[in-house]
């Protein structure tokens, strides 16, 4: 284990030693010990599955059962409940905010413990008046009537963040806070940080993005394989350092994709299989044009909220444009619905697995849904089903191997390959692939880098569409960058860096 | 250092006996409320328990199970269709409307041949389909909404047609269908098997079908993978209508008349036997095998309220407890398997 000297004065607040733990015999922690100190921000950093959530659910009291010890400012605590965390000063910003869109700020605030007079009544505007003092203190300045659901995301993130500190936590957990914002959004987090970490509040910071773990926190520790590798003085580290103890083996591609630059090689004598033109939806996007060939992908990149996923929705009809023309294979084709799409060649996989699958069903289900009219006309065969779904199981290396089992039981990755499968037994003309690495480890990341690969060699015309820079430079051939909707930029035959695609986007 | 997982920690493995119990909850449960049910009427009432009292029965949910049939559809889509009952009575007041009536019927009616009057009703329960159908998918009208709009409009419908008199004369041919026998069967238990059947077949070994079950199961999902939703919708939108439709037109020969508000009472009786039977009013699960268990349950527990001694007024509360009860379990039953 290495142990670099540890730097930040505060005292230790919350130290956990020895912490084990293990679902089903499956070992998700062994091992662990790990201090918080008072006013620190202490980045957490591991792959998927490495143990870090495991760790922060003990925390929060999701899980009560556990080896090992933890202690609050001394004390020996085991929490039984959410609850019992939260009254121990201990909060989590999740990924997926929990405010209510619907709700005002003020009202999100206080969500759970509105102020009300003696007889139960609500006090409206005292709520607004300490909602929005309670928000200065943080440096944002918000109308605490306002709808929290139309505020951009970084400032929703805030307002929840406001509530947690709010509810008295003095230790908070921020889990992949940065991952929806933009540049801008994020300073204005990280300002907030250092100030609350100035006032005695201490974070664990939890995100895949390197640069901003190192950015905010005071230590940085990295887990493995259900352990603790390392903790260390953010100062002191760079990136090339947590990968190398992160990922613990060579893992060139990856790494590349994450440091180096891409050469981009994009194919010219293929025909156009795509061609989109002069695309508008109010609000989403704006004077979108784009071209792909057949055998090329093309990377879609944007930050989070800059339209490239609304486009991608659009290509499958599930968006209609309000403006705009698209043709395929050089023929102009009116999309309004995704029946029409499929029907013209384009498929999608969209970007969160709920949308995409059917849990309760079984796996060959789920995989024959956009081939059942051409295995029958009129009636179902499902024992060709069976069969066209086990081929690709055997193929993707789905696991369990077998195509019986609800796709409930699945684990996500697998999920994600089963709503890739769909559209292997007959391949579109173009393949639209949203966000298509979202929260897959590595190994399932490779897995997808093959798979496109693979269809790109059969000719078909792949747009990935993401704001995650390391999935588009691993995929494309060719990259358009999107700002709040228009392409910026677009990157063809040279090579690219993730500081020259997020300086232009 | 291998964690020790203390007991109770682990999640039940799926496969186990509970699961596999929780995931049937939906198909066991009106099996055991039918059962119950048939086993409490026994034992009060020896008239309960007889051949003549099943066929009793038989005939007494068909025109239910005609009009379920298609709400099955309707239902597995995770959509609803309050028009069923109005939708049945306008299309049995329309073909008694096309029919010639005895001189005593005081209703300005247009006599046509027999097939046409029947043509007529037919056209009558599609047109309303197609307007759900429409209001739901192109417009965009939560069909909770626009069928019951529908509601008002089939009364509407009815109301004008025969103007609070009653007719009785319909084609002979539904009269046949209606009120008539093959052998010992009477038709309309023949014809309502013969929906049931189709039903089952149609959802279950056809393209069509599986889109219904999948649309209900997760539309954005089903959507994505290139189904068209919209056709689906309406699709099962005017097969509701026109199953209604039809056990309308069956329903005038079986109650001998057509008048308004005549079906009143099939809306809830239709809705409660798909949803008892335990099709999930969320979508995606059940079929007309479900609905099939949800008409015996129905139909055994007010043949059999009527078999035992007890006061009148208080059979109405006692089925609408029974009726929650199952409902309850439905829903129960959906969150049991979700995690199971």
Same mark, same amino acid.
Request: aromatic share 6%.
């Given at each position: 284990?290495?142990?670099?000297?540890?730097? @930040?004065?505060?005292?230790?607040?919350?130290?956990?030693?020895?912490?084990?733990?293990?679902?089903?015999?499956?070992?998700?922690?062994?091992?662990?010990?790990?201090?918080?100190?008072?006013?620190?921000?202490?980045?957490?950093?591991?792959?998927?599955?490495?143990?870090?959530?495991?760790?922060?659910?003990?925390?929060? @009291?999701?899980?009560?059962?556990?080896?090992?010890?933890?202690?609050?400012?001394?004390?020996?605590?085991?929490?039984?409940?959410?609850?019992?965390?939260?009254?121990?000063?201990?909060?989590?910003?999740? %990924?997926?905010?929990?405010?209510?869109?619907?709700?005002?700020?003020?009202?999100?605030?206080?969500?759970?413990? %509105?102020?009300?007079?003696?007889?139960?009544?609500?006090?409206?505007?005292?709520?607004?008046?300490?909602?929005?003092?309670?928000?200065?203190?943080?440096?944002?300045? *918000?109308?605490?009537?306002?709808?929290?659901?139309?505020?951009?995301?970084?400032?929703? %993130?805030?307002?929840?963040?406001?509530?947690?500190?709010?509810?008295?936590?003095?230790?908070?957990?921020?889990?992949?806070?940065?991952?929806?914002?933009?540049?801008?959004?994020?300073?204005?987090?990280?300002?907030?940080?250092?100030?609350?970490?100035?006032?005695?509040?201490?974070?664990?910071?939890?995100?895949?993005?390197?640069?901003?773990?190192?950015?905010?926190?005071?230590?940085?520790?990295?887990?493995?394989?259900?352990?603790?590798?390392?903790?260390?003085?953010?100062?002191?580290?760079?990136?090339?350092?947590?990968?190398?103890?992160? *990922?613990?083996?060579?893992?060139?591609?990856?790494?590349?994709?994450?440091?180096?630059?891409?050469?981009?090689?994009?194919?010219?004598?293929?025909?156009?299989?795509?061609?989109?033109?002069?695309?508008?939806?109010?609000?989403?996007?704006?004077?979108?044009?784009?071209?792909?060939?057949?055998?090329?992908?093309?990377?879609?990149?944007?930050?989070?909220?800059?339209?490239?996923?609304?486009?991608?929705?659009?290509?499958?009809?599930?968006?209609?444009?309000?403006?705009?023309? /698209?043709?395929?294979? @050089?023929?102009?084709?009116?999309?309004?619905?995704?029946? %029409?799409?499929?029907?013209?060649?384009?498929?999608?996989?969209?970007?969160?697995?709920?949308?995409?699958?059917?849990?309760?069903?079984?796996?060959?289900?789920?995989?024959? /849904?956009?081939?059942?009219?051409? /295995?029958?006309?009129?009636?179902?065969?499902?024992?060709?089903?069976?069969? *066209?779904?086990?081929?690709?199981?055997?193929?993707?290396? /789905?696991?369990?191997?077998?195509?019986?089992?609800?796709?409930?039981?699945?684990?996500?990755?697998?999920?994600?390959?089963?709503?890739?499968?769909?559209?292997?037994?007959?391949?579109?003309?173009?393949?639209?692939?949203?966000?298509?690495?979202?929260?897959?480890?590595?190994?399932?990341?490779?897995?997808?880098?093959? *798979?496109?690969?693979?269809?790109?060699?059969?000719?078909?015309?792949?747009?990935?569409?993401?704001?995650?820079?390391?999935?588009?430079?691993?995929?494309?051939?060719?990259?358009?960058?999107?700002?709040?909707?228009?392409?910026?930029?677009?990157?063809?035959?040279?090579?690219?860096?993730?500081?020259?695609?997020?300086?232009?986007? | 250092?291998? +964690?020790?997982?203390?007991?109770?920690?682990?999640?039940?493995?799926?496969?186990?006996?509970?699961?596999?119990?929780?995931?049937?909850?939906?198909?066991?449960?009106?099996?055991?409320?039918?059962?119950?049910?048939?086993? $409490?009427?026994?034992?009060?009432?020896?008239?309960?328990?007889?051949?003549?009292?099943?066929?009793?029965?038989?005939?007494?949910?068909?025109?239910?199970?005609?009009? +379920?049939?298609?709400? #099955?559809?309707?239902?597995?889509?995770?959509?609803?269709?309050?028009?069923?009952?109005?939708?049945?009575?306008?299309?049995?007041?329309? $073909?008694? =409307?096309?029919?010639?009536?005895?001189?005593?019927?005081?209703?300005?009616?247009?006599?046509?041949?027999?097939?046409?009057?029947?043509?007529?009703?037919?056209?009558?329960?599609?047109?309303?389909?197609?307007?759900?159908? =429409?209001?739901?998918?192109?417009?965009?009208?939560?069909?909770?909404?626009?069928?019951?709009?529908?509601?008002?409009?089939?009364?509407?419908?009815?109301?004008? !047609?025969?103007?609070?008199?009653?007719?009785?004369?319909?084609?002979?041919?539904?009269?046949?269908?209606?009120?008539?026998?093959?052998?010992?069967?009477?038709?309309?238990?023949?014809?309502?098997?013969?929906? !049931?059947?189709?039903?089952?077949?149609?959802?279950?070994? #056809?393209?069509?079908?599986?889109?219904?079950?999948?649309?209900?199961?997760?539309?954005?999902?089903?959507?994505? +993978?290139?189904?068209?939703?919209?056709?689906?919708?309406?699709?099962?939108?005017?097969?509701?209508?026109?199953?209604?439709?039809?056990?309308?037109?069956?329903? $005038?020969?079986?109650?001998?008349?057509?008048?308004?508000?005549?079906?009143?009472?099939?809306?809830?009786?239709?809705?409660?036997?798909?949803?008892?039977?335990?099709?999930?009013?969320?979508?995606?699960?059940?079929?007309?095998?479900?609905?099939?268990?949800?008409?015996?349950?129905?139909?055994?527990?007010?043949?059999?309220?009527?078999?035992?001694?007890?006061?009148?007024? !208080?059979?109405?509360?006692?089925?609408?407890?029974?009726?929650?009860? +199952?409902?309850?379990?439905?829903?129960?039953?959906?969150?049991?398997?979700?995690?199971?």
């Amino acid at each position: 284990m290495v142990e670099k000297p540890a730097g @930040g004065n505060g005292r230790p607040i919350l130290e956990m030693s020895g912490i084990g733990k293990s679902f089903g015999g499956v070992t998700a922690l062994s091992g662990v010990d790990f201090t918080l100190r008072e006013g620190e921000v202490h980045g957490l950093i591991g792959e998927n599955g490495a143990g870090k959530s495991t760790l922060m659910k003990i925390v929060a @009291g999701v899980h009560g059962t556990y080896d090992g010890e933890m202690r609050i400012d001394g004390r020996p605590v085991r929490f039984r409940s959410a609850r019992d965390a939260l009254a121990a000063g201990i909060g989590m910003v999740h %990924q997926e905010l929990s405010i209510v869109p619907s709700l005002s700020v003020a009202e999100n605030v206080f969500l759970g413990h %509105q102020l009300t007079n003696g007889a139960g009544i609500v006090r409206w505007r005292a709520m607004a008046k300490e909602a929005k003092v309670h928000l200065a203190r943080l440096g944002i300045d *918000i109308d605490p009537g306002a709808e929290a659901g139309r505020l951009p995301l970084g400032l929703q %993130q805030l307002v929840e963040l406001g509530r947690v500190l709010f509810s008295g936590a003095r230790i908070i957990i921020l889990d992949e806070p940065t991952s929806a914002l933009s540049p801008p959004e994020i300073e204005r987090l990280f300002t907030v940080l250092r100030r609350l970490k100035a006032e005695g509040t201490s974070f664990i910071f939890i995100s895949h993005f390197l640069e901003d773990v190192l950015a905010v926190s005071d230590r940085v520790t990295v887990f493995r394989n259900s352990r603790r590798i390392a903790t260390a003085n953010a100062a002191e580290v760079d990136k090339h350092w947590l990968i190398e103890r992160m *990922i613990g083996r060579g893992h060139q591609e990856l790494e590349e994709a994450l440091e180096g630059e891409v050469r981009l090689a994009t194919p010219e004598a293929a025909p156009v299989v795509l061609e989109a033109e002069g695309l508008v939806r109010k609000g989403a996007f704006a004077d979108v044009s784009l071209q792909v060939r057949a055998g090329e992908v093309l990377g879609l990149y944007g930050f989070m909220g800059s339209g490239q996923l609304e486009v991608a929705k659009t290509l499958m009809g599930k968006l209609v444009p309000e403006a705009g023309s /698209i043709r395929i294979d @050089g023929r102009p084709v009116r999309l309004s619905s995704t029946a %029409q799409a499929k029907q013209a060649g384009i498929a999608l996989v969209p970007e969160s697995r709920r949308s995409m699958l059917f849990a309760d069903e079984p796996v060959y289900k789920n995989i024959s /849904i956009s081939i059942l009219e051409r /295995i029958g006309k009129l009636l179902l065969d499902p024992a060709e089903e069976r069969k *066209i779904a086990q081929g690709h199981v055997d193929r993707l290396r /789905i696991r369990p191997y077998s195509v019986e089992p609800p796709l409930r039981a699945l684990s996500g990755g697998n999920q994600q390959k089963v709503a890739l499968a769909r559209w292997l037994t007959h391949l579109p003309k173009v393949l639209v692939l949203a966000e298509p690495t979202r929260g897959m480890d590595v190994g399932a990341k490779d897995d997808v880098v093959h *798979i496109v690969r693979s269809l790109k060699a059969e000719g078909v015309g792949i747009v990935v569409a993401s704001a995650e820079p390391e999935t588009v430079m691993a995929l494309a051939d060719r990259i358009v960058v999107m700002r709040k909707g228009t392409i910026t930029r677009e990157f063809r035959n040279e090579t690219v860096s993730k500081d020259r695609l997020l300086a232009a986007a | 250092m291998a +964690a020790q997982v203390p007991q109770g920690q682990l999640a039940a493995p799926s496969g186990g006996i509970g699961s596999w119990l929780a995931a049937r909850l939906t198909n066991i449960a009106p099996l055991i409320t039918l059962l119950f049910l048939i086993a $409490v009427f026994s034992a009060l009432s020896p008239s309960f328990a007889t051949v003549d009292n099943l066929g009793n029965i038989l005939r007494q949910v068909s025109i239910t199970a005609i009009i +379920a049939t298609g709400l #099955t559809f309707v239902i597995l889509t995770a959509e609803i269709d309050l028009s069923v009952a109005a939708v049945a009575n306008a299309a049995g007041i329309v $073909v008694a =409307f096309f029919t010639l009536q005895e001189s005593y019927v005081n209703i300005a009616n247009v006599p046509l041949p027999g097939w046409l009057a029947i043509l007529c009703g037919l056209a009558a329960c599609f047109a309303l389909g197609v307007a759900n159908a =429409f209001g739901v998918t192109v417009i965009g009208i939560p069909s909770f909404i626009m069928t019951l709009a529908m509601l008002q409009i089939g009364a509407g419908i009815c109301a004008m !047609l025969v103007r609070g008199q009653i007719a009785y004369a319909v084609p002979p041919l539904i009269k046949t269908l209606g009120s008539g026998t093959i052998g010992p069967f009477p038709w309309i238990v023949v014809i309502a098997a013969l929906f !049931l059947l189709v039903g089952h077949l149609v959802l279950t070994y #056809t393209r069509f079908g599986r889109y219904v079950y999948m649309v209900g199961g997760n539309r954005e999902a089903a959507e994505y +993978a290139g189904v068209n939703v919209k056709r689906v919708l309406a699709a099962v939108m005017i097969i509701s209508a026109v199953c209604s439709g039809i056990a309308g037109m069956l329903g $005038v020969a079986y109650f001998g008349s057509a008048q308004q508000n005549e079906f009143d009472e099939f809306l809830l009786d239709s809705i409660a036997a798909v949803v008892v039977g335990g099709t999930s009013l969320f979508g995606g699960r059940g079929g007309i095998g479900n609905t099939i268990l949800g008409l015996f349950v129905l139909g055994v527990l007010n043949n059999g309220l009527d078999h035992i001694d007890i006061d009148s007024f !208080l059979k109405i509360l006692i089925r609408g407890l029974i009726l929650l009860l +199952a409902l309850v379990i439905n829903v129960y039953a959906q969150k049991l398997r979700q995690r199971a």
